[in-house]
């Protein structure tokens, strides 16, 4: 009995950090277990550098099954996985709570015409291109980064100015408060996983 107890529970390998956090797991936890009690969750920390970016979303299946965050399809051809959407996410800014735009419901371009704002290098998701087109377009002075991590962040704060972001990064820094854009771009968010997933990750 032990043996077959054993057997039949599965832990799911989710990739957590700062910018794909497991919080969307909370929202589902109780229906998968009504539907799979064998599946177990384990989180898997990792660190959000060029190289794991690189190569996580690559070798999905190995020390990580699933990861949660935003994609388009070029990434998807990129990094060869498979994605199951769950929602829509509309693109906003994370503004440093000292600035006065941290009082605002929403931002406009007219808004943010009076600060820089960073933005992460084009072609790197062709929804948040589409929106700073339109900012760019309307004035606004864009600051490229090059990967979304603490640190670009932590350049935010100290610079004082706003940085793109996504609803559900409320906790990404302290300092930092997310506010959506007037104008309503949405980025696909959903569960990413290998091509050639196992049979516990499609059951999950």
């Known amino acids: 009995q032990e043996i077959d107890r054993r057997d039949n529970q599965h832990s799911i390998r989710i990739g957590t950090s700062v910018m794909t956090p497991a919080n969307f797991i909370l929202d589902i936890w109780t229906d998968i277990q009504n539907l799979a009690p064998n599946l177990k969750i384990e989180l898997i920390p990792f660190e959000n550098t060029p190289e794991n970016a690189r190569e996580g979303l690559r070798n999905l299946g190995k020390q990580i099954d699933v990861i949660a965050g935003i994609y388009d399809d070029n990434l998807m051809r990129e990094r060869n996985f498979r994605v199951l959407h769950l929602e829509d996410k509309t693109i906003s800014f994370a503004v440093p709570l000292t600035s006065p735009l941290a009082r605002k419901k929403n931002l406009s371009p007219d808004d ?72 309503p771009v949405t980025v696909p968010y959903g569960i990413m996983y290998s091509p050639e997933p196992s049979k516990h990750v499609k059951q999950f």
Not at 127 to 134: G, M, P, S, T
Not at 164 to 181: D, F, M, T, Y
């Open 112 to 183: 943010l015409k009076s600060t820089d704002v960073m933005f992460i290098h084009r072609g790197w998701n062709c929804y948040i291109d589409e929106l700073r087109k339109i900012f760019e377009k309307d004035g606004v002075r864009i600051v490229d980064f090059p990967l979304f991590n603490l640190s670009a962040f932590n350049t935010a704060a100290k610079e004082n100015i706003p940085i793109i972001a996504i609803k559900g990064w409320e906790n990404v820094h302290p300092l930092l408060r997310i506010i959506p854009s007037k104008i």
